[in-house]
Structure formats: C-alpha cells, structure tokens
C-alpha cells in the first residue's frame, strides 16, 4: 500500500501529539491505468485497520453540505460491502447563486516597474451567497513582485480601486532589496474588495478593482528583458457558517494550506470561476510580463563611458588643487594673461 503514495496527486500526514497517532491521506483523481481502478489491499494478520469505500456525490439537502452514497468495508472483518449515506459540511464551494461567478485578472498596459493587476468581473450583482459574507482575494506572489503594505493602508486610495481592507500581508515586503537579495519565494496578500452598490453599477454590468504592485530589480540579460510569470489570485466569498455547524467531522477536508488559515474554523469559502480568454486558453492561469532589464550586449560601452568620466573629473579635481597649491602668484599670472587677451 505504500508503494501506492509514490503516484498520488498528493499525501497529508497528520500527528497528534495527545493519542500519539498519525494519519496519513493520499488522494489520485485518475486511475494509473487505462483500465480503471484496480486496487488490491492486503489485512496483513490485523495488524492494521484497512477500510475501503466506494463513494459518488449525492445532492446535500443543505447548501453548504457535502454528501456521498456508496458502500463501505472493513477488509478481513465485512463478508459484504455495507451501503452507507452521510453528510457533513465543506469548508469549500463553487459560488453558483449569483452571476457573480466568472473573473478575469490582466496587467494594465503599460506595465512599467509599477504594474497594477486588475481584477474584471463579468456582472455587477453583488449579492452574497448568504448574510455574513465578504467577498476577497488571495494573492500569491513570486520574489520578482511585491505589494506595497504602506501604500495599502490608505482607506482612501484603498477605496479608489474598489478595496476595502488588506487582510494580510506575509512574505518578502523589502521596498528596496533586488530580486537576487531576496531569499525567500516571495509574498502573498489577503485582500476584501469593496463591490459597487447595485444603485450604483455600471451600465455594461461590469466593475473592476486595481491592486498596485511593484517589480524588483532583475538580472541583467542580453536582450535587456527579463519575464516574470505571475499566477492568477483566487477570488472567494467568507461566508460565516451556523452555529450548529460542526466543520471538524469532513474527512475530506485540508484545513491551514494557505488563506484558510487566515478565518476562524467556522468559515465557508465560496470560490469564482477563472474566466478563460486568449491568453489562458491553454489553461494555464498565469499572467506573463516582460521586465525591463540592463542589456548585457552594452556593457562594454557602459563600462568605458563610465571609466572616461570618472577619470575625466578626477583629472579636472587634481588639476584645480595643484593650481590651489602652486600659490597666489600663479592665479595672478594666470588672471593678468585672461586680461591681455580680452583687451
């Protein structure tokens, strides 16, 4: 079985430190095989525990549930599969309620060394998927760009671009330091957007919110042009869940992996759909952008014009204190020969 977790798509291991055990997840979306799912499980003498569960999504009778049907066994205990129904909440899901339900997020051209990334939304409806709702934005950034937090702290500027409040901000922020002075991957921020009242929306149903960012300083290259690829943010409602929920008996969920963390541990998240255009067509949510570098083909020249002036003014300094030093009567000479050739 653990040769199995060489091809998942992922493997969570979990300890607790009170019952001193540890639980290990795997999860594989697809089958290794054209064949279909084949697995075989061995109970080795009980050593261990081996359930296994043959479950389809059914239709949860709550918004904000999960359910799955199918059959469950207990490999060297069960003569036959058990069928089994159950439902419990999800932390995540896809926001279907509203139109609100696509966006697109591109630079703004030119992008210079300040780009502003904008987020688009295909529809000016605002409503939430249910009260308590806020809708945010989770930035991940690679160490070439970089958020300005003092620049975000302004409620005034943050209103002028459709934000209401930076949530977090962690990472690489160093206003000043090079991309190659930057240890760490980079930074991420948690941004709640400030949608347009419905009174107030556009004519074309449309709105955006712009987020500033600020590139580092690159690598020369000999084009004199550097790329920098940038992810797509993720764009969610927090929605607060009932008292009554007990968001801790999902067996399928992955809790404090990025932004969860963030919320308080009775928090749904319900997420918009990327919207796909020409430029991620393929699939491939990322932003590519051409950074503006020193050309390493004119360094040459940059190094002999930088030499020659440097030399120059050092030679004009030099000669300027050995007329200082040479005495009075040299500037007087020097004055008094100016005056014959004037007259």
Known sequence: MADGLGSADYVDVDFDTISQAI???????????????????N????????????????KPTELEELSLGGFLTIVGEDDKPSPTLFSFPARHHRNSKTS????????????????????????????PPSENCALHTYLTLPSTLFPDKYQLSSPLFLASQNLRLVRSVSGETDLEAPDWAV?????????????PDTESSTAQ???????????????????GFASADIPWPVVFWACTAEEGSKMSVN????????????????????????????????GVLVNRLSVPVLGTASNTWIEIGTVTVVVSGFLWILWKLLMVASGPHVLTEARQSGKRKAQ
Do not use: C
Request: hydrophobic share 35%.
């Open 100 to 127: 609100l339900s696509q966006y697109k997020a591109s630079f703004l051209s030119p992008t210079g060394l300040h780009p502003v990334l904008r987020l688009n939304f295909a529809s000016s409806s605002t409503e």
């Open 251 to 282: 067996p399928f969920d992955r809790v404090n992996l990025g932004y969860d963390g963030l919320f308080g541990p009775k928090t749904m998240f319900y997420h918009l759909d990327p919207a796909l255009n020409k430029y991620n067509d393929t």
């Open 43 to 58: 109970n080795f003498d009980g050593a261990f525990k081996v359930e296994v569960g043959v479950l389809a999504s059914e």
């Open 183 to 195: 240890e760490r991957w980079g930074s991420a921020v948690l941004i709640e957007l400030e949608p």
């Open 205 to 223: 149903g449309s709105w955006h919110a712009d987020i500033p960012l600020h590139l580092r300083y690159l690598k020369p290259s000999e084009t």
């Open 23 to 41: 639980s290990i997840s795997a999860f594989r979306g697809k089958p290794l095989d054209q064949v279909g799912w084949t697995e075989r499980f």
